[in-house]
């Protein structure tokens, strides 16, 4: 497909796509769009960055009927972000004819009251979070009844987040003749009940290698050693002068504590996690599409899904628990074509989630902030090849050989009980002081 002319989409929404250089397809647009244009229930597995909103906005667009003044299509997010990101989507495709049809932001952490009194002139399109968007249904405020289209963002972000109960809730009271769009950068098993519940016949569309993480992004670690984590990640910020950079961390604290770090280092940092107030989040993400930060901090969730522009570097304060996503995260840079790279930080001890990553594929150059401040290669990190508790079972095997063999000749009933006992106790004490001896190296360095 080579023009969005060929789907023979409104003059108007072509002309807002060139006006924004959007002039080819992605692969999952073209994928998808003709067939959720002939009325198809689609499956999207897409990561962030695919074009997956405009391939599920523009069918809608297309279909809706702007002399119906009913609500028509609903498109649920997982969070306030997402769907804010969705919205501002939406409005720039209808830049040209703002007043073809109206559309609503229904989230939580707004005025509920002034969100009530919105429905009384309905939407035709409605983007919003599931628990605001249910909410409103329950005091009759939103009336589904004519809805044609769903859309479910994120889906397996909906499942992480415990939402999903209510996105089924909010597909039961839809009408049965509907088109329901699922998009989800994974499709977990425990979402699959709920595809086969509301999709018929769909059609599943995958974005292909090329439009998936990750082709030129260079990976890199960097051992913390005996240093505070906060201050080297802020010297490896400054050695790296990026455009924008994205710093993830585990948690919402880590993060606060982080950006206070970078502010202290006079570094140009924005904030991005699940509890800021949600005035201060939709500031913080429309400074950050303004390219107002050059550093970024975010947590997974408050993250996913958000499309950030010209990130050049990310950098990992901590190794995510899930190792899914370490892809998520490096796959936010190093797009459209552009290079990228991304610097883990991790201690001796989190060399086992980094051996897996090694094992899905990624390649890691092992690099070290000097003394002048640059970053230079180091060493080859430190594998550890066998699993610890492996060790010490077999060195008790090997142990208790010796044993059985002299029993042999003796054997008493019971014995290969009494052995399997005895062999379990001897692992299990040898696998507690290996433990206790790991930890006294570590407290022996902390105190360095």
């Known amino acids: 497909m080579n023009s969005f002319q060929q789907f023979k989409l409104l003059p ?20 998808i769009i003709p067939a959720a244009m002939n009325g198809r229930d689609i499956i999207g597995k897409s990561q962030t960055g695919t ?9 809608i667009l297309e279909a809706i009927n702007p002399e119906d003044q009913s609500v028509q299509a609903i498109v649920v997010a997982p969070t306030r972000e997402l769907a804010w990101q969705i919205h501002e ?22 005025d509920r ?39 479910v963002d994120e889906a397996d972000q909906m499942l992480d987040m415990g939402f999903l109960p209510e996105v089924d809730r909010i597909a039961q009271a839809l009408p049965e003749k509907l088109q329901t769009m699922v998009f989800s950068a994974t499709i977990p098993e425990k979402l699959e009940p709920f595809l086969k519940k509301y999709l018929h016949d769909p059609r599943y569309a995958e974005a292909s290698a090329e439009h998936r993480v990750v082709p030129k992004i260079k990976h890199h670690t960097i051992p913390v050693r005996h240093r505070d984590r906060k201050a080297l990640t802020v010297e490896v910020a400054k050695a790296i002068n990026p455009f924008v950079c994205l710093v993830f961390t585990n948690t919402k604290q880590e993060a606060d504590e982080l950006e206070t770090t970078f502010r202290e280092a006079g570094l140009n940092v924005g904030t991005l996690h699940g509890d800021m107030q949600a005035r201060r989040r939709k500031q913080a993400i429309k400074d950050i599409n303004d390219a107002k930060y050059q550093y970024v901090i975010a947590t997974d969730l408050a993250a996913r899904g958000i499309d950030i522009k010209g990130v050049s570097h990310v950098i990992n304060f901590g190794i995510p628990k899930d190792l899914d996503f370490y892809t998520h995260r490096v796959g936010r840079t190093g797009r459209a074509g552009a290079t990228g790279e991304a610097y883990t930080l991790y201690e001796d001890h989190e060399n086992g989630p980094i051996n897996r990553l090694e094992e899905r594929g990624f390649s890691f150059t092992h690099v070290d902030v000097r003394h002048d401040g640059s970053l230079q290669p180091i060493k080859t990190r430190k594998r550890r090849t066998t699993d610890r508790k492996m060790k010490v079972s077999q060195t008790a095997h090997s ?27 001897t692992a299990s004490r040898e696998h507690m002081q290996s433990q206790r001896k ?11």
């Open 438 to 448: 790991e930890r006294r190296e570590i407290r022996k360095k902390n105190k360095r």
């Open 12 to 31: 108007f929404i072509v002309d807002a796509l060139t006006e924004k250089r959007i002039t080819k397809p992605t692969d999952i647009q073209a994928r």
């Open 399 to 425: 142990r208790m050989a010796g044993e059985i063999k002299k029993a042999k000749k003796k054997v008493k009933p019971g014995y290969k009980k009494k052995f399997k006992y005895k062999l379990k106790e």
């Open 89 to 110: 989507e939406l409005k720039s495709l209808l830049i040209k004819q703002p007043e073809f049809i109206k559309t609503s932001l229904i989230v939580g952490g707004t």
């Open 51 to 59: 074009g997956k909103t405009l391939a599920f906005l523009l069918p």
């Open 113 to 151: 009251e002034r969100q009530i009194d919105r429905m009384k002139n309905p939407p035709q399109l409605i983007i919003g979070t599931p628990g605001r968007i249910l909410d409103l249904m329950k005091v009759q405020a939103l009336f589904p009844h004519k809805v044609t289209h769903f859309v």
